[in-house]
């Protein structure tokens, strides 16, 4: 059998690697950076550390398969902590509000803030889980590209299908569903934030998303000791101990093809290595404008138009002090969310009074900061890279309004005092960091009430033979979403090649 070629060691192409390794088929994995995992980087400096991208770890079930494939249990390979309270909510008018881990607990606590809202966080979340089991049925686990990949309506319908058809609700965005349901702008603004996740904006999504609300809680919010980088380094061990080849510090400028079919991939040091399946966990949109090009590219263009999802800035602060009131997640939210993303989202500047998320992981692992101190990480969305943006001018400005509104709004007024270790992410460093679309953190946006949700599938349709994972592939971003995306890649090749690899292992573990 010949080699399949991983290109980009981000969670979905390690998720890949493991999964086709485990099924028996040879890999060869070709990552550009010194590290493997991606946006899931780690900054050590002065006793303090941080991870860099991804914080918020939900849907384990995603990670458990993916071990599972190799026969090995998820929590014998990281130690995971269910957190509680999941966010802590911080708002302008001094109002705080715990996003509790049970349900019942988080509508108590809703209820207390805004008592005829805690009849409607119920309402909400049982759209959620509604919606949630529909992705579960149609959407997740398989390549799908558009509405006619989710479901066989003419095989399948029934009054059932139909039911789960009209569950989706395809007249209604995020922020119309949620403010059918909850009246308080507060609650709204916490609830609108799960969005977030998939970095587009709640006026624009479709209301099928509202099921990543179930997905955190009803499944929880878990912190992985070591932090979110105890992830890829798991799955890099993983992948060595099945036998992929890893290859750092090798990045891919080409994929070539024969009669249309992947043939081969040539790095950027100009080694060309065959490959009759490739698997690109590079941004989808790049991977054909860039690596494939030609008549692919321009098929893959016409389908539809691709918009970047929203940037980011971090800062990763080393404090002397450590700031008692945070939780874990915390986010401190902007005073008027529809300003907020219409900067965002519309306009692509960034916001003038933003919503700062936090993350405090010393309340759950204290080794990650010198005694008493804190490794605060506070990430405030922007708009993917515009031209003219220079983020090197645009940072200190932007570090300003950050730190003034954690001053005004989180009991944060002497942060610059506490600060002896300081480093930032900006747009600009994320593009070159992980060469994604204009800087974009999330892929691709989800926006459009109807297709919003559908990413590029995971088998490509211009070229037999390429397969795509991660972030901007189908089912999206976010940590659990590009973990599956890269287990669908493999095993749609899988399937493709015959599941021979499969069958192979079989016979062999039968004769051991
Ligand atoms: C600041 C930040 C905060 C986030 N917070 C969260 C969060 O709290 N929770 C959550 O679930 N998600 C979060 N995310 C999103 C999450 O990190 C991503 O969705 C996920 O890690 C994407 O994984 P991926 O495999 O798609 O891509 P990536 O991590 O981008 O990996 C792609 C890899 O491919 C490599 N590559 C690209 N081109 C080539 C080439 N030509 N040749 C070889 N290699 C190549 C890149 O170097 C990279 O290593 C966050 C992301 C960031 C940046």
Known sequence: MSRTIV???????????????????????????????????????????????????????????????????LHDEIDLRRLDPQWRCFYEDGAVLDLKDDPAEAAKAIGELSPEDRAGFERFMDVARRLSDVSDK??????????????????????????DVMALRMHRT????IKKDVKDKRVAQM??????????????????LCGIAQMQQGEGVWYPMGGTRAVPLALERLAGELGVDIRT??????????????????????????????????????????????????????????????SGVVLYLGLDRAYEHLAHHNFVFSRDPEEEFAAIYDRGEPAQDPTAYLAAP????????????????????TPYIR???????????????????????????????????ERSLTPQDI????????????????????????????????????????????PGPGMPMALMSGWIAADTLDQDAGGAAVADRRTDVAAE
Request: one cysteine or more; aromatic letters at 8%.
């Open 7 to 73: 290109i980009g060691g981000g969670l979905g192409g390690l998720s890949a690697a493991c999964t086709l390794a485990a099924r028996g088929h040879a890999v060869t994995l070709l990552e550009r950076n010194e590290w493997l995992g991606g946006k899931a980087a780690v900054l050590e400096e002065d006793g303090f550390r941080f991870d860099m991208g991804p914080t918020i770890l939900t849907m384990p079930r995603v990670l458990e398969r993916i071990f599972a494939e190799a026969g090995r249990g």
């Open 362 to 381: 010393s309340r759950t692992e204290p080794g990650v900061a010198p005694e008493g101190g804190e490794a605060l990480y506070i990430l405030v969305h």
């Open 174 to 177: 995020v922020a119309g569903q």
């Open 138 to 163: 149609f959407f997740f686990w398989k390549t799908v590209e558009d509405l006619k990949d989710t479901m066989n309506l003419k095989a399948n319908m029934s009054l059932a299908t139909l039911s």
């Open 387 to 421: 031209d003219g943006q220079d983020w090197a001018k645009m940072l200190p400005a932007y570090r300003r309004t950050i730190l003034d509104k954690l001053g005004r709004c989180a009991g944060m007024e002497d942060l610059e005092e506490r600060i002896v270790v």
């Open 431 to 474: 593009h070159d960091r992980y060469n994604v679309l204009q800087g974009a953190i999330y892929g691709l946006a989800s926006h459009g009430k109807v297709l919003g949700a559908f990413k590029p599938g995971n088998r490509s349709r211009q070229v037999p033979g390429l397969y795509l994972a991660g972030g901007s592939a189908h």
């Open 249 to 310: 510090g090798c990045g891919v400028s080409r994929i070539e093809t024969e009669n249309g079919r992947t043939s081969a991939v040539v790095t950027e040091a100009g080694e060309r290595i065959p490959a009759e399946r490739v698997v690109s966990n590079m941004d989808s949109v790049r991977t054909y404008r860039e690596l494939i090009g030609g008549d692919a590219w321009k098929s893959f263009a016409k389908t539809r138009k691709r918009e970047p999802a929203c």
């Open 191 to 208: 609830l609108e934030h799960f969005i977030q996740y998939v970095g587009s904006s709640p006026l624009a999504s479709p209301a099928v």
